[in-house]
């Protein structure tokens, strides 16, 4: 039971390029979720998902996209990378009011 | 909208001392409530959550908190403090609705250290 993972684990961009976050649960949870963590600002919820074909947003969700084909997955995608988007990205997914966090990817845009 | 403050972005402790981590949140409704800890380079881990009737919650690692409804506060404490426990803690608040737990909104964290 692997729990929650998150690909890759860091990651460098140049303004403008697009990339995908993976994130994968086994563990079957139908509510999953992405948040940003920047310094003293705690996590940020970006997108979330309440089972598979349905998605919404949450609070910082500008420049970014998601989708949820499967209850496995949950990527997030950057559409054109901006500086501001520099931070540590957490994918969750969530059971019984316990959210289950990923290791985390570092990202970095030049 | 909800919001959580921690006072405190950084709590100084000497080991064995006691540690408390304060949360206050801003709801017209009692909401849900969570503390969650950071390891260095991990991920967040749920120390403890108030979901129900008992308001003093005891969680992993020793730690407890306890809900004030009437100062609307959530503090975190643990009687000894351990080398170990050098991390940052989150507060975070949730509705009590249909998503109770899963959408969280998280305090900006507090990062405590343990001197020998």
């Known amino acids: 039971n692997a729990g929650v993972t998150q690909t890759p684990k860091f990651q460098v961009l140049k303004t403008g390029q697009s990339m995908t976050l993976q994130c994968a649960q086994d563990?079957?949870?139908?509510?999953m979720s992405w948040y940003r963590q920047d310094p003293g600002m705690g996590l940020r919820l970006i997108h979330y998902?309440?089972?598979?074909?349905?998605?919404d947003q949450g609070e910082v969700p500008n420049g970014y996209n998601v989708s949820r084909s499967t209850t496995e997955d949950f990527p997030l995608r950057l559409l054109s990378a901006a500086p501001s988007q520099t931070s540590v990205y957490f994918c969750?997914?969530?059971?019984?009011?316990?959210?289950?966090f990923g290791p985390g990817t570092r990202l970095l845009v030049l | 909208a909800q919001s959580v403050t921690q006072l405190g972005s950084h709590v100084s402790v000497s080991e064995g001392a006691l540690v408390l981590l304060r949360c206050n949140y801003s709801?017209?409704?009692?909401?849900?409530l969570f503390w969650y800890v950071q390891y260095p380079n991990q991920g967040l881990q749920l120390l403890l959550k108030?979901?129900?009737?008992?308001?003093l919650v005891k969680g992993i690692n020793g730690f407890e908190a306890e809900f004030k409804k009437s100062e609307t506060s959530f503090h975190l404490t643990k009687p000894s403090a351990h080398m170990s426990d050098a991390a940052e803690y989150f507060c975070?608040?949730?509705?009590?609705?249909?998503?109770?737990?899963?959408?969280?909104?998280f305090g900006g964290g507090t990062r405590l250290m343990v001197k020998p």
């Open positions: 969750a997914s969530s059971y019984s009011r316990t959210q289950y």
């Open positions: 998902s309440v089972g598979a074909g349905i998605t």
């Open positions: 975070a608040v949730s509705d009590r609705g249909n998503n109770a737990g899963n959408m969280l909104t």
């Open positions: 563990m079957n949870h139908e509510y």
């Open positions: 108030y979901t129900s009737a008992a308001t």
């Open positions: 709801s017209s409704v009692p909401p849900y």
